[in-house]
């Protein structure tokens, strides 16, 4: 499996409370994602970074947003979390651009509940 | 904005059955590539296809890309029950770098 790791993997959270998920790797990829998984919604693109402080929004960035200081870092901050904020973060990496045919590998996903 | 669908959502098969999942954009896609997510798992790349009528085949399942790159297909054959988990498509569309990923189909294989 890629070297990546997302952190924390489980956390519960009360509604309005800042978050941040952080995503590290250490296969020095230039492209990193951040996913969101939900029940009939499949996998649904929040943000992405096509290099260090290079960021564009998915399609579902409201209420999210990143920061990519280095390489190996790739964050997603929730503001003020909301319940419909409950749900599976999938961070995502790949060494080039989604055009060049590129595979992203998948870090194990961070559980988030808002309450 | 592109949008991508895949049927079924669900597919329940008998271990040996053949199973397909299909996968239509609303945009034409540069490139098509499948994942699999093992229940409680990650996705995990399967493969890539990038040419128009473009066919491969890994052992047991074979994919496809139509010719006006819109659409893309799974097919099983003779399920076992390694194969139980869902599968996505993923797909770029437009002008974008942004990798969208189709709703997914759950496929449980009863032995």
């Known amino acids: 499996d890629a070297g990546i790791t997302q952190s924390p993997r489980h956390k519960v959270t009360e509604t309005g409370t800042p978050v941040t998920l952080r995503c590290h790797q250490t296969?020095?990829?230039?492209?990193m994602y951040w996913y969101r998984q939900d029940p009939g919604h499949g996998l649904r693109l929040i943000h992405y970074?096509?290099?260090?402080?290079?960021?564009d929004k998915g399609e579902v960035s409201d209420g999210y947003s990143v920061s990519r200081s280095k390489t190996e870092d790739f964050l997603l901050t929730l503001e003020s979390a909301t319940s419909s904020q409950t749900s599976v973060y999938f961070c995502?990496?790949?060494?080039?651009?989604?055009?060049?045919?590129?595979?992203?590998?998948f870090g194990e996903g961070s559980w988030l509940t808002v309450v | 904005g592109q949008q991508v669908m895949q049927i079924p959502q669900y597919q329940h098969v008998q271990e040996g059955e053949d199973f397909t999942t299909y996968c239509n954009s609303s945009?034409?896609?540069?490139?098509i590539q499948w994942y699999k997510q093992r229940p409680g798992g990650h996705p995990v790349f399967l493969i890539q296809?990038?040419?128009?009528?473009e066919v491969k085949k890994q052992k047991r399942l074979t994919f496809q890309f139509g010719e006006a790159k819109k659409n893309s297909s799974l097919h099983i054959t003779a399920t076992q029950t390694t194969d139980v988990g869902t599968y996505f498509c993923?797909?770029?569309?437009?002008?974008?770098?942004?990798?969208?990923f189709g709703t997914g189909t759950l496929l449980a294989v009863q032995p």
């Open positions: 995502a990496i790949g060494d080039r651009g989604p055009r060049s045919g590129n595979t992203i590998y």
């Open positions: 296969e020095n990829h230039r492209y």
């Open positions: 970074s096509y290099g260090v402080k290079d960021t």
């Open positions: 945009t034409t896609l540069s490139n």
């Open positions: 296809l990038v040419k128009s009528g």
């Open positions: 993923a797909g770029i569309g437009g002008a974008t770098n942004k990798l969208i």
